[in-house]
């Protein structure tokens, strides 16, 4: 707690946490819209989406290691997801779609912890990181200090978020996921092979995952036990912006960034990831309580 | 012998092997312990998860609290051991169950996959304050403190007590279930709005049913640190991805919702996960991680589920000694009005984001 008044002393230094936040928060409504995705769509949450980030991150980290440019890395590890994507859903993943979600969610927080073991045990337990080979920026006389990787990051993540909506919007694959969403059974009468629209969905978030993952790679670090964190993030965003708008996604998680940063810079950088965990319970509970009183149930 | 004969000689044979493990496998001893205590694990995860219908992924917070209240009073309150370690483990009981007091209310309102997420964070977020706060050695854990008795000594008698609590918890769910207490719990996993439309304070009986999870973790925390040695908040005291998952993972394993179930699913699940570290060696966490997928894929009814598919006569909830519901024949009418069609244990939850 006893940063707290350096932040009123120094407006600049208030300033760069709350930029800090923002880039990081494009990085999180990214993932956070690939998640609403396939819950909104194939009534599944994905535990698993931490790892998906996480193993995005790695094979940027061996395209980059490769000695390809790290830009590369990123259309790879989202090439390389959007197959993994596939396979999982062809082997685990369409046995939940649709049912029971404890059984969904037990299902993929099995598959995150084979993810992460099988990691950790390839590429082992080290943090590792992407150079980007980018400089700094320094504005308003050196008081802020913005890296530009981390200004590319955002550009990158939120261009893919709007390439996102106008593919969901325009191609004919978007028009299917959409039409399946709204009624799996009018869909499949209509003549949508589903399971396809659904493996597709589900491949298209992995490899959203591993865009971002190449992006987290560049700007911060990566493990293999990165996951969770990510996973509850995104949760977090979902259902605090519904799953319609990538404005109000973006924006939730910008905020989900700043509180975070704020709150690691205040009660130090041990603390941040409890504070995200304690965040999301204390937004449920308080979503919940809301909802009580009108005699309904968080659903 | 008569038809009741087979199963008390076979009884009163395991319960002998019980009792004669640390003399005859003397090698063996820590890993029975643990045996001991996944039963543990899985019959207090079974009161919420399986009885009750609230499948909670956080039932670790309360076992990592008692485990560093125990360690904290035998380091700080200048006891000599054993009473220290009893002290403790009431002190960790009464934490526990405090804790769950004071989160039920709030936490127990939510309801399915959100009761689940909140629980999971509630359980890792607990083990990231642990591993930043220094009085309790942060994250480079606490040593516990040394066993006054001799060398193999220390092994057989947390093997007893492991034992004794596993045993008075089977003993108390028993009879939780038998009571009105276990109807009311499955009343609440059948329809809670019905539950408490029909006069079940549902609240109250949610908290209670969380505080006797919360009391029997917080006891068995501290003997556990104590056979540990070493008390890590991340990979012991707070082990989500491994202890955590698996209460779920052996409860649906012997069969969610029976008595017989968890004990059943943590026997399998502990011999599998040792064979696991005996063969492969490396990858027996991404073997522990497929066969999580495994399981919850192809067997989410477990081995009691199974069996009473395969043999309805045999193993009919009657005669496995779960004969709650035939007391109240009223309270089994209601619901066999209401529900027809609804499988027990799996109350069909449907989302939209």
Request: aromatic letters at 10%; a positive charge.
């Amino acid at each position: 707690m006893s940063n707290l008044p350096i932040l009123f002393d120094n407006p600049a230094l208030a300033l760069q946490v709350v930029i800090d936040g923002i880039l990081v928060g494009a990085i999180f409504a990214l993932i956070a819209y690939g998640m609403a995705l396939v819950w909104g769509v194939m009534n599944v949450i994905n535990i698993a989406q931490g790892e998906l980030v996480m193993l995005g991150g790695y094979v940027a980290w061996y395209v980059v290691r490769a000695g390809l440019p790290p830009a590369l890395g990123i259309v790879i590890a989202a090439a390389a997801l959007w197959l993994v994507g596939w396979l999982l859903y062809r082997l685990v993943i369409f046995r939940v779609v649709d049912g029971d979600l404890f059984i969904a969610i037990l299902a993929t927080f099995g598959l995150s912890i084979l993810i992460q073991q099988l990691v950790n045990q390839v590429a082992g337990a080290d943090v590792q990181s992407i150079q980007s080979g980018l400089g700094t920026l320094v504005v308003a006389g050196g008081m802020i200090a913005v890296p530009e990787i981390k200004l590319v990051a955002f550009a990158a993540a939120v261009l893919l978020g709007i390439a996102l909506v106008v593919f969901l919007k325009r191609s004919r694959l978007g028009q299917a996921i959409r039409a399946t969403a709204q009624n799996a059974r009018a869909a499949r009468i209509l003549g949508i092979d589903t399971h396809r629209v659904y493996a597709a969905t589900f491949a298209l978030n992995a490899a959203i995952c591993g865009a971002a993952g190449a992006l987290v790679a560049m700007t911060w670090v990566i493990h293999p036990y990165l996951g969770l964190p990510y996973t509850i993030r995104s949760f977090m965003i979902v259902i605090v912006a519904g799953i319609g708008n990538i404005a109000t996604v973006l924006l939730a998680g910008a905020g989900l960034g700043v509180a975070e940063n704020f709150a690691g810079f205040v009660f130090g950088a041990q603390y941040q990831t409890a504070f995200v965990f304690c965040l999301l319970v204390a937004i449920l509970v308080a979503r919940s309580a809301i909802l009580v009183r009108q005699r309904k149930v968080l659903r | 012998m008569t038809r009741r004969g087979g199963p008390i000689l076979l009884g009163a044979s395991l319960a002998l092997l019980a009792l004669a493990f640390p003399r005859l496998f003397p090698a063996l001893t820590t890993q029975a312990t643990f045996l001991w205590l996944m039963i543990l694990f899985a019959l207090t995860w079974d009161i919420l998860g399986g009885q009750m219908g609230y499948n909670s992924f956080g039932n670790i917070l309360f076992f990592g609290v008692g485990m560093y209240a125990c360690a904290v009073v035998q380091r700080d309150s200048g006891l000599a051991y054993y009473p220290a370690l009893l002290a403790g483990m009431g002190c960790g009981a009464a934490i526990s169950v405090a804790l769950a007091l004071l989160l039920g209310p709030a936490i127990l309102s939510l309801r399915g996959h959100y009761f689940a997420i909140a629980t999971l964070a509630l359980g890792v977020a607990a083990g990231d304050l642990a591993s930043a706060w220094e009085y309790i050695g942060a994250g480079s854990g606490m040593t516990a403190t040394l066993f006054p008795g001799a060398v193999g000594e220390r092994e057989r008698f947390f093997y007893y007590l492991l034992l004794a609590l596993a045993v008075a918890t089977f003993l108390l769910v028993r009879w939780l279930y038998s009571r009105r207490f276990g109807l009311a719990l499955n009343a609440i996993r059948d329809d809670e709005d019905k539950a408490e439309a029909m006069g079940i304070r549902t609240t109250r009986y949610k908290t209670i049913a969380w505080c006797v999870a919360a009391a029997i973790l917080g006891v068995a925390g501290g003997p556990v640190g104590n056979v540990a040695g070493f008390i890590d908040p991340r990979e012991l005291a707070f082990a989500g991805s491994t202890f955590g998952v698996w209460m779920v993972l052996m409860a649906m394993l012997g069969g969610k919702g029976t008595l017989w179930g968890p004990v059943i699913g943590a026997v399998v699940f502990h011999v599998t996960q040792e064979a696991f570290w005996t063969y492969l060696l490396g990858w027996q966490r991404v073997a522990m991680g497929a066969l999580i997928v495994l399981v919850v894929l192809f067997f989410p009814a477990g081995i009691v589920g199974w069996l009473r598919r395969r043999w309805p006569q045999r193993f009919s909830p009657a005669r496995a000694g779960e004969s709650a519901e035939s007391r109240e024949p009223a309270m089994r009418n209601v619901e066999a009005i209401d529900s027809p069609a609804r499988a027990p244990g799996s109350p069909a939850q449907r989302s939209s984001a």
